[in-house]
Structures are given as structure tokens and as C-alpha cells.
């Protein structure tokens, strides 16, 4: 395993990390897969685990939570992460990054969580409706009454970012480490042109999700939608990733991950962390196998030459 600093935070992640998202508490219900599936995440040198209020309704907090509590591993041996900014009940003010919400949720989370912090709490989107000002010195309060060591945002404009981290910073307030975008060979232009110059530039490290691309990227597309894949049980996702173009660029990706001797999914993480600006890439994993294979992403390196390859298959 490998490990980056994030942004310029003193916060070591592994580039490789688990996430909560669709499966832990929602597609995956018995809490003994999911320890094998975080047994080997640990086995592998991942520290970094990714949650949200959001996932499955606080199952996903809860499930991830209660599986890492019971392996044995020291707290501080973990990077954990979760967010607030949706939904979570009907009432006026159980949403969104207002002062009251930020503060109230984060207790919750840690409740669901079992743990007394997170190390990195996220503002799972903007909040039109909030000023900014009162959502950073919400999320700076958080941060120094210690529930949380950083903060972050995740799906934020580049601008907003930039807007963010002035203020805090012009204001004596903590600032954001962290942005947490969607990101892959399939979902890239936003994060290249518009996020990387600013958080780059503030010191802000990535942690992307999202790249295998739903899936696609790994090659089970090749010959349709299997009953028990994400874009069998969500036609929303498929419609967004399976076109023939990318089918196309996919199936023409495997001559390259051939001849490296690794999966598809591991080229496309291994393409994905080639950025500096990236600190880990947030993976899901359904079953042991999934995770043993994303773990192996973690020590390829691309030369110029199959980089190259690799953007014009893409450009194609």
C-alpha cells in the first residue's frame, strides 16, 4: 500500500480506500461479508474508510461502524470520514449545511458510527440555501470542539472551494483540507479544468469517488447487464456509463491492462491516482474479490508511453 498526504495536511490516507456508498446497510445486508470485505481492506494496508449520514438511511454508518469497532483495530489507527447535507427525515431542518444541522448531525453520526470523532467530516454538497459564511464557521467549530480533526467539501464547484478556503482563512477559521469529487476516465473534465487548478493551488487533496466508473470501467459490461450488477439493479446508472462509445473504449482498454499483466479495474485506479493532486480513490467493494483486486492498483506505475495508449483509447 501507498500513502499520500492530504493536500497539504500533515493527514496521511492510503491511496487505495473503502466506501460505504450503495453497498454497506443497502445491496449488501450481511454484516459477515462485510467483515471479510474489511478484513482484507486492512489486511491491505487501507486506513481510509468513507461514509456518509446519507447511505442507506445511517445504515451505512452503522453497518461500517460496528465492523470496524469489532476488529480490534486501534481508532487511531483508522482514517474515518462521513458527511451531512441531504435529507434525512421529513422535518424543515434536517437537511442542508445550516449551523443547527452540521451540529446536530455530526453527534448523530458519531452515534451511529460507535466512534467519539471522525477524522474528516465532509459537506456532502453546497448548500444554496445557507451563506457560506455560517456553513465554514459551522464545519470550523466542529473541527476545534474536536468531533472532527479536518473538514471538507465533496461535489463542490471550483469557485466555491476557492470561496470557502479564503474565508476561512481571512477569518482566523479552519480552512478545508479536502474535496471529494467524482472522478474517472469515463467522468473527467469537471475535476481536470475546473477542480484540480484551485485545489491545487490551496493545498487541497482529492479523494475521489467513483472511479471504476460504476463498474464500467472493470469490463462486466462487455456483454450486457448482469441481474446482480449496479446497472441492473439501477437502470439511472447504466444510462449514464453504457453507451457504445465507452463500451467501445472499454473493450479496447483491455489490450493495454493485458499486457500489463492487471484488470481493467486496477488500470483505471492506477490511471486515476497518476494525478499528484489525488490522494486516494474511494472504492466499493461487494465481495472479497472486488477488494483483493483494488488493492492491487496501489503499486502499478504508468509509464508515459501507456499513458499515452491510454488517452488515445479514451479520445476515440
Known amino acids: 500500500m501507498q500513502y499520500r498526504r492530504l493536500g497539504k ?114 459537506a456532502h454538497r453546497y448548500d444554496p440555501e445557507t451563506p457560506l459564511e455560517e456553513t465554514v464557521e459551522a464545519f470550523s467549530d466542529v473541527v476545534r470542539s474536536g468531533l472532527a480533526h479536518y473538514w471538507g467539501t465533496s461535489e463542490w464547484t471550483g469557485a466555491q472551494i476557492a470561496e470557502a478556503h479564503t474565508y476561512a482563512r481571512e477569518n482566523g477559521l479552519v480552512a478545508p483540507v479536502t474535496e471529494q469529487p467524482q472522478y474517472s476516465m469515463l467522468w473527467r473534465e469537471r475535476v481536470e479544468r475546473e477542480i484540480l487548478p484551485v ?39 447504466g444510462e449514464r456509463y453504457l453507451t457504445e462509445e465507452n463500451a467501445r473504449r472499454v473493450r479496447a482498454l483491455k489490450e493495454v491492462a493485458d499486457e500489463l499483466g492487471v484488470t481493467r479495474a486496477q488500470l483505471a485506479l492506477a490511471w486515476v491516482l497518476r494525478q499528484p493532486g489525488v490522494s486516494s480513490v474511494i472504492t466499493g467493494a461487494t465481495k472479497v474479490s472486488q477488494m483483493e483486486d483494488n488493492l492491487g492498483a496501489a503499486e502499478i506505475e504508468l509509464s508515459p508511453e501507456q499513458l499515452e495508449r491510454i488517452e488515445a483509447i479514451l479520445a476515440s
Open 9 to 122: 495536511s500533515g493527514l496521511k490516507v492510503s491511496v487505495i480506500s473503502l466506501g460505504a456508498w450503495t453497498t454497506y446497510g443497502g445491496s449488501v445486508q450481511d454484516k459477515a461479508v462485510v467483515r471479510e470485505i474489511v478484513d482484507k481492506a486492512l489486511a491491505g494496508g487501507v486506513n481510509f474508510f468513507d461514509n456518509a449520514d446519507v447511505y442507506a438511511h445511517g445504515k451505512g454508518e452503522e453497518f461500517l461502524g460496528e465492523v470496524l469497532n469489532d476488529t480490534g483495530v486501534p481508532r487511531h489507527h483508522l482514517v474515518l470520514s462521513t458527511k451531512v447535507f441531504w435529507p434525512m427525515s421529513e422535518n424543515v431542518n434536517d437537511r442542508g449545511l445550516s449551523r443547527k444541522h452540521v451540529l446536530e448531525s455530526i453527534e448523530m453520526s458519531l452515534d451511529r458510527m460507535g466512534t467519539d470523532y471522525v477524522d474528516i467530516y465532509f
Open 199 to 237: 485545489t491545487e493551488n490551496k493545498g487541497i487533496g482529492l479523494v475521489v469517488w467513483s472511479p471504476l466508473a460504476m463498474g464500467m470501467l472493470t469490463g462486466k459490461y462487455d456483454d450486457g447487464v448482469p441481474e446482480d450488477s449496479r446497472f441492473g439493479r439501477d437502470s439511472g446508472f
